[in-house]
């Protein structure tokens, strides 16, 4: 691994965020990352990953500091862009689905909230990429794991996302839909030219799919380090 690069040109994710949860302090130190390919946020088991996705999202009010996003500012002190406003598509490790809905009808839950003037990705070629097609009319209670999780994937980016989340999204998935998951996420990523950034503990996932690595411990961001593919 090298030290992290970046040219001028390049869109970047510029912060210093606080984000004090009682139990837990947050306090990420500056950060700069490209807005292009993967970023994995990466450290043990209560380094602060989830609670810097929170806080880079804008769903915990109570973060503090400074965001920008490819010049946008969404965060500046007390000024504050919500959430609904950064265009974020979120992926978390449960689905998040609703339980009495179709799987037709959790896409369209989100579509249906777009703000005036977005439209979203083509609904057509979004569920056959994500292969979920032939289950748009199923309950989704009765979706395995892996196809839940594809339904997630496919309501996140037909919101037509500035920044896609995904919070350790394969966790609760066997071996087999994991790594069915892993290429589908690489051919997404590939497809949609979308900046993601990714909560992990699986070292294989890192090596896939990683652009680069987001270290953090004790509420802190460490370092940033690039893979050089081999």
């Known amino acids: 691994m090298d030290s992290m690069q970046s040219t001028p ?3 970047l994710m510029q912060g210093s965020l606080k984000l004090d949860l009682g139990t837990f302090y947050l306090e990420s130190g500056p950060f700069e990352i490209p807005l292009q390919g993967v970023t994995v946020l990466f450290g043990r088991s209560g380094s602060g990953k989830s609670t810097l996705l929170r806080a880079i999202s804008g769903l915990d009010k ?7 996003v490819g010049g946008e500012i969404w965060q500046a002190g007390a000024s504050v862009l919500p959430t609904r406003k950064r265009h974020i598509g979120f992926v978390f490790q449960d689905a998040a689905l609703f339980p009495h ?8 839950y989100g ?3 777009l703000p005036k003037g977005i439209k979203p990705e083509n609904f057509e070629e979004i ?7 032939d289950k748009l009319d199923r309950a989704v209670t009765y979706l395995s794991g892996g196809e839940r999780q594809r339904v997630a994937i496919a309501r996140a980016l037909l ?3 500035k920044l896609l989340c995904m919070d350790e ?4 998935l066997d071996w087999r839909a994991k790594a069915e998951m892993l290429t589908l996420i690489e051919e997404l990523v590939a497809a949609y030219r979308l900046p993601v950034l990714y909560i ?4 294989a996932e890192v090596e896939r799919l990683a652009d680069r690595v987001l270290f953090m411990q004790a509420g802190q961001v460490e370092t940033i380090e690039t893979l050089q593919q081999a």
């Open 9 to 11: 040109s390049q869109p």
């Open 200 to 203: 992990t503990h699986a070292p």
């Open 169 to 172: 999204p394969l966790s609760a």
């Open 111 to 113: 579509v249906k909230r």
């Open 101 to 108: 809905m179709t799987v037709r009808q959790n896409l369209m």
């Open 159 to 161: 919101m037509r996302p």
């Open 62 to 68: 109570r973060t503090e500091g400074n965001l920008s």
């Open 127 to 133: 569920v056959q990429r994500v292969g979920i097609a």
